[in-house]
């Protein structure tokens, strides 16, 4: 296992060349006006400040209202050990994050990959491989399949509003200890069940 003074070693060698402390000043300059040409363009959603990580990734988040008020954002991410720019839909919290994956694994929708990355509920890569002597190229491809993958989450969420419904009536039930109830969808109307027929014993 390699110590971690021998990996300092290395830090210094790199931070001697100079190279990577002009990189990596580049690229959260870059950042910064990729941040301030989405919130100048786009007043109506919500842009979050840039979280520069620790050589991991960077990103700012970038949603519209109709994510926020589900409790979810878009971020626009920078992976680093990927070297590639990627759009993760992602939860305000751990809970919002499984409802979310949940209902996108039952409903089989797969054009976008889940991972098991804690960060995301699914992710979409937007620049692989970006040329950095482009910078107006790389802009135009991450704004347009941001917008592209924001399109189709809203889409996928507003088809599949009821199998929302009954997730999440599901989880506050068992979160209490039992399932008094459910509902039925299959005619497309929520339909009450006999409370007995499904049933989780509350711990006495």
């Known amino acids: 296992m390699v110590s971690l003074q021998e990996r300092m070693k290395v830090y210094r060698k790199q931070l001697e060349k100079g190279e990577i402390i002009d990189a990596y000043r580049g690229l959260m300059a870059y950042f910064q006006d990729l941040r301030l040409y989405f919130k100048k363009k786009y007043p109506d959603y919500f842009v979050s400040g840039i979280y520069y990580g620790y050589m991991d990734m960077t990103y ?25 720019f990627e759009a993760w839909l992602s939860g305000y919290t751990r ?6 994956l949940e209902l996108i694994t039952e409903s089989g929708w797969d054009k976008y990959r889940t991972t098991d990355n804690v ?6 890569t937007l620049v692989d491989e970006p040329d950095f002597d482009d910078l107006e190229a790389i802009t135009e491809k991450i704004e347009g399949g941001a917008l592209e993958f924001i399109e189709d989450v809203n889409v996928f969420l ?5 199998s929302l419904l009954r997730i999440t009536l599901l989880r506050k039930q068992v979160q209490h200890g039992r399932v008094v ?8 109307y929520p339909r009450a069940v006999d409370p007995c ?7 006495e």
């Open 60 to 84: 700012f988040a970038f949603s519209p209202e109709s994510l926020k008020k589900r409790k979810l954002k878009i971020a626009i991410v920078f992976v680093h050990e990927k070297f590639r």
């Open 95 to 100: 809970d919002i994050q499984a409802k979310y």
């Open 119 to 124: 960060d995301s509920i699914i992710e979409r």
């Open 158 to 162: 507003g088809s599949n509003s009821l």
């Open 181 to 188: 109830g459910t509902f039925s969808f299959g005619s497309g």
């Open 197 to 203: 027929s499904i049933f989780i014993p509350c711990c």
